[in-house]
């Protein structure tokens, strides 16, 4: 029943005016709602990314160190192996250099080594053995395996640091 004094032309007129505002109120609720849920993927996206290109760092730090380690080793290895081949027998630096080489040989560089340098190493080893074990005096199979380990050392590094224009 209308109120007294209202029309049913000012009811619809009320109505209408009602069902507008709240219309508005759901339409303003439902755009809100689409605009937080597009900052937040920008946010997941944006943290994505973050996490990402954290990560990468990481990852690019460990590969380095673990390059400088092995470059390291590398280099060790091969002193040791040129010492083996060129100083005098018995003498302090050839015993430094006999007990260093087989300290690398069964410790860090099997952390470091690629397949050919662990090839390479073993070769050294036994070639160094054998002679050892002769007694001769002729080491030139020992220089050939300690050429040899350092060529297949300074191949592998330059694989691994991409530095083709040293090849």
Same mark, same amino acid.
Request: proline share 2%; hydrophobic share 40%.
């Given at each position: ?29 439902? $755009? ?8 937040? #993927? ?12 954290? #990560?990468? $760092? ?11 380690? $092995? ?90 640091? #991409?530095?083709?224009?040293? $090849?």
């Amino acid at each position: 029943m209308p109120e007294k004094g209202k029309t049913s032309m000012e009811m619809v007129t009320s109505l209408l005016g009602s069902l507008i505002v709240a219309a508005g109120i759901v339409i303003g609720t439902w $755009q809100f709602k689409i605009d937080q849920r597009q900052k937040l #993927d920008l946010l997941e996206k944006q943290l994505s990314a973050q996490k990402s290109e954290s #990560d990468n $760092q990481y990852r690019n730090q460990f590969q380095r160190a673990f390059w400088e380690q $092995q470059l390291t080793l590398y280099v060790k290895a091969t002193s040791a192996a040129g010492i083996l081949a060129s100083s005098p027998v018995k003498s302090a630096p050839f015993e430094t250099a006999r007990s260093q080489f087989y300290e690398l040989l069964w410790g860090p560089m099997s952390i470091v080594e690629d397949a050919k340098v662990k090839v390479a190493m073993e070769e050294f080893s036994t070639a160094f053995l054998q002679w050892e074990k002769s007694g001769s005096t002729d080491r030139s199979s020992v220089e050939k395996a300690a050429y040899k380990l350092a060529q297949t050392c300074r191949a592998s590094a330059i694989a691994r640091w #991409d530095l083709r224009q040293f $090849q």
